[in-house]
């Protein structure tokens, strides 16, 4: 038995003369939570799509929970596409039992566990409702409990996060974590930063149809050297010497890459060289400078947009 | 295998439960009732409409022993041939103007015998019809018949015709198990017609909802093709069943019974049974056909704009079942036996005059085999063409699919 739930390799593919994925490898242990991180357009829905045997790759392979064929792992799978869609004329109880059903479990069983879905995300008064009668933060919550009524070994989540408020927000990180806390393994697309930040200890960063990082989060962030914020009385003098030739002061405020030297040095030199430091901050860099630095500027301008469309 | 039937079986569930449970049902319903009660009270009164106005009146302008013997002779006929065989007659006396008369007859639009078709003048030995070509073409061998019987003076009918009964004979037999061919047929096509297009916008519901990436990505697209055709199939024997309680009970209640077809070959039951058969045959063939074009239109309009070419097809299809019915055993005939599309149209107007029980069913297996080859295709061209899935991925939509190289 293989250890990863994912384990892809060589993923290409064109959609006419556009290369929207170029060789994709990726591989997800079983259990953890993993967040594909890339601007719209980047390939982050094909990556996806291809990896559940929705769409086939040009060239490459990919195993789906030690399956050759993804479909025959689709019983123990969940997925949560971009685009949400229900039948709308469905009772909300009906709908996430037929979604179990379409995954193998029976409807008896699919309504019996819905209820139960339902009653726990708060929703229990909304199960005789038709789709459409719900508002749209409800019909997405009834579409993510449909995702995971078979009880899935694997969840994959297309932007979940878009179109949600932040209180439903909340929910959905809640329920992304009680579900790897019992074993799950989630893979989730955003193009919102502060979410993977937040829940994922992996993420992939995706741009231009590539993974330049696959890895821990920290791992990414260690890839970066630690910012510094300076604040001085004085611009001139021998202390400036400690500080990176190329840096130049916005008023009294300086910002520059902490030197290999380390903070000792910078620290005497300021203090010797009588620079008048009103203030000194030294930060470990984010995920989103690791990210700029990563997939570049031009990707993570088009990050940590509210709403928006992956490829 | 086994997942493919238990998803189509999901998906067939939730189609039929959507379609049952919907107003619209009701409708389509009631739908092929209304033209069928607005062809029976139609027909009614052109019934009576025909009665009253299509029995063309001749004036018999003749002395008074001639008309007195084309009276009898009329009378004699009539009763042998039938009121509708004969135009009716109106004695009027000569008035000495010779031809002045009968145009003063033809032209009197205030006519106490009322409007007038046609004047036989003259006597019985030299009759003369004054008479519109159109009625001189439909009469003038009736009125004819008409003159010489007054003429000969035999108005006594000589002795009955000897009849003997026969059960039937194969000339008989041959045209009246063909009309059964034919009716059948018909009938097929009809309901075919009405029904299997249906399917064309079958996969509009899922497109439209977004729903299909989640079926995509669950079960295989041949699940989905062949769970929205046995729905369709199983709405559509519904509503024939209704539709049949509904014109049999009619017909015995308010007509005159239920009209005396003729035998099929393979007998009611049977020919019946292999009816069923191969409707459902046509409908998963035309509908699996159907659905896969369907399922390449992005939108609504776009299944629209279909319509006409399918029907054209469908009929073109009918034709070729049509034109063989009295062709069997042709080089016409078996194509039509064998080509997929028209094969189950062709097979029920061979249930009709040919007894053979064993070819039915090697026709219903080469049937299922291009229904199933059919959903195959049209789930390939699908995942290729709207899912995206596949090595030439340009836009998608049916008419994008022409322009691939």
Redesign the interface.
Known sequence: MSDYAIEAHGLVK???DVRAVDGIDLTVPKGSILGILGPNGAGKTTTL?ML?????P?EGGCRLLGCERP?DA?HD?G?L?E????????KAFDAIA??G????LS?AEGRKRARVLLDDAGLGHAAEKEVRMLSKGMAQTVQLLGTIVHRPKLIVLDEPFSGLDALNQAKLERLIRSQAEAGVTVIFSTHVIAHAERLCEDVAIIAGGRIPFSGKVSEARDRLRPQVRLETRSLKGEWRSAIPSNCEPEGHFWHFTLPETGVEPLLKALVEGDAGVQSLAIERPGLHDAFVAIAGEAAAAQMDQPEGEGA | MSETI??AW?IA??DFA?IIF?KAFFFFLLGPLFPVALGLAAGGLTQQVTREIAQPVVAVVMAEDDAEAIKVAHATLVEQLGERRLPGIETVAPDGSGQAQIDALLGDQQSEMGKLDAVLSGSLAAPALTAPPNFVQRWQGQLSLLTDYARSGRVETGPPLDVRAVADSSGQQQQQQRLTAQLGQGLLFLLTMLLAGMVLSNLV??KT????????????IDSIFLGKLFAMLAMALIGISVWMVFIVGGITLFGDGLPQLPTPAVGWPLFLLLGFLYFAMAYLLLGSLFLGIGALATTVREVQTLSMPVTMAQVLVFFLAAYSVTKTGEMIEWAAVLFPLSSPFAMLARAAQDGNIWQHGLALVWQIVWAFLIIRFGAGIF?RNV?????T???AGFFAAFGRS
């Open positions: 064109n959609f006419d799509r559940l045997g929705i769409i086939d040009d479909l689709a799978v997925y596409p685009e949400r869609g229900l039948y709308p004329a469905m037929f979604m059903a379409l995954r193998g409807i | 238990r998803a999901v569930r939730r959507a919907s519901e899922e909802n977004k729903i299909i990436e989640i079926l995509a990505a669950a079960i295989p995942r899912m995206k899935s596949g090595p991925t340009k836009k």
